[in-house]
Structures are given as structure tokens and as C-alpha cells.
């Protein structure tokens, strides 16, 4: 039984990944977890949270323009 078995791939255009190995048995099951290099198409934290345009922020601009964030929230 393997507990894990880590490989490197490149994806293919459409987003497929492809993993083979003969030490997957057919039939089975197994979780897939699949991560990326940060650097190449990830955005940063301010970039998530809709600061990354403004720099200069304080910390509590940053603070209250989370919460109202969490205000829209249903």
C-alpha cells in the first residue's frame, strides 16, 4: 500500500494534470491534492482582500475596510 507518492507535472492546456504510477492499484480510492508555484499566477493578500491598489494603507484603514467586507456578508 503506498501512503503517498509525490510527483512533479506540468499541467496541459485545459487545466489537466496526469498522474501515473504502477504503485496506484486499479480500483483504489485515493485524495488527490494539487499545488502550484505561488509566483506565477497566485495574487497576494492585499491583492485578495481588494487593497493591493492602494498602498499606504494604515492598519486601521486595512482593519475597517475588512470589516465592512464582513458587513455584506449574509
Known amino acids: 500500500m503506498v501512503a503517498s507518492l509525490r510527483q512533479l ?16 492499484k486499479e ?13 506565477e499566477s497566485q495574487m497576494s493578500w492585499n491583492e485578495f482582500i481588494g487593497i493591493g491598489e492602494k498602498p499606504g494603507r494604515s492598519v486601521a484603514e486595512i482593519d475597517a475596510y475588512i470589516r465592512e467586507l464582513r458587513d455584506e456578508w449574509p
Open 9 to 24: 507535472v506540468t499541467v496541459q492546456p485545459g487545466g489537466v494534470v496526469r498522474i501515473q504510477s504502477d504503485q496506484l
Open 27 to 39: 480500483g483504489a480510492v485515493a485524495e488527490v491534492v494539487i499545488t502550484t508555484n505561488a509566483g
